[in-house]
């Protein structure tokens, strides 16, 4: 997508939430993969997310995919074209290629959004929580850093053993 496109968002806090969200999600992969190389453990635990590092991949990514294919579900939209998760095999090619996919999707299914649209109505998440538009491009943002954030930790941890 070409800056004048980035800038043809129909409200701005909606471009900033979507930019942010993309920049966040890929500085959660870069963090993701210093954690593969450096082969950093994740926690026991029954969460099926933290079974391995490419379960948490999967996890963020799809959340990814999930909330704007629910915000278009909610607004009204048609549904971003990003293609189903691979279950498994992940490369770097394919992770930046469905990194891609989810940085056009987010850009083209949400640039016509509304600040109106943002607050206009509660719906519930999968998870019983209530979202406004707003609260979920909010949500969408925080999501990688929070899964980013414990990488880090984790990585430190590997550092001082």
């Known amino acids: 997508m070409t800056e ?10 909606v471009r900033a939430l979507v930019l942010m969200q993309e920049r966040e999600l890929r500085e959660f ?22 079974a391995s590092l490419e379960a948490l991949l999967q996890h963020v990514l799809g959340a990814s995919r999930f909330y704007v294919t629910w915000l278009c579900e909610k607004l009204g939209l048609p549904s971003p074209a990003i293609s189903a998760l691979p279950e498994t095999g992940w490369t770097a090619e394919s992770i930046g290629t469905f990194v891609d996919q989810l940085e056009e999707g987010w ?6 959004v509304s600040n109106d649209a943002l607050e206009s109505e509660n719906w519930l998440a999968p998870w019983g929580a209530p979202f406004t538009a707003d609260s979920m491009l909010e949500h969408a943002v925080m999501h990688p850093i929070r899964h980013r ?10 550092s001082r053993r």
């Open 4 to 13: 004048s496109q980035v800038q043809a968002f129909s409200s701005a806090a």
């Open 29 to 50: 992969v870069e963090t993701w993969k210093s954690a593969r190389a450096q082969g950093v453990p994740l926690p026991i635990t029954d969460d099926p997310s933290y």
């Open 107 to 112: 850009r083209t299914a949400l640039v016509t």
């Open 149 to 158: 954030f414990q990488l880090n930790q984790w990585l430190e941890g590997q």
